[in-house]
Nanobody, 123 residues
């Protein structure tokens, strides 16, 4: 089992920045690829970014490439999502997820999920 706890969400104006964190426990963190997913109000979870266990490679959704950066600190068992130039359409709940060994952009491929953290971007 892998337990995941997200933090760092909040209310920010358009153009602002937030950094989300996801703390993991339970298994060898570096064995797991990590992903971030976004669920807008009334919609399904959509892929945002993923990172392999060693930190490379990374992958991003087209909608966030160049604005968001995923990173991890295996010594701290934590993955981060730095979100810059935020837009109102970035509003929603952000979830981190863990998948053994290989990352994916499909939510169905991830076995472990956090409870989510709310991000609200005002215009």
């Amino acid at each position: 089992q892998v337990q995941l706890v997200e933090s760092g969400g909040g209310l920010v104006q358009a153009g602002g920045s937030l950094r989300l964190s996801c703390a993991a426990s339970g298994r060898t963190f570096s064995n797991y690829a990590m992903g971030w997913f976004h669920q807008a109000p009334g919609k399904g979870r959509e892929f945002v970014a993923a990172i392999s266990g060693g930190g490379r490679p990374t992958d991003y959704a087209d909608s966030v490439r160049g604005r968001f950066t995923i990173s991890r600190d295996n010594a701290k068992n934590t993955v981060y999502l730095q979100m810059n130039s935020l837009k109102p359409e970035d509003t929603g709940v952000y979830y981190c997820a863990a998948r053994y060994f290989i990352g994916s952009s499909y939510s169905r491929d991830y076995a472990y999920w956090g409870q989510g953290t709310q991000v609200t971007v005002s215009s």
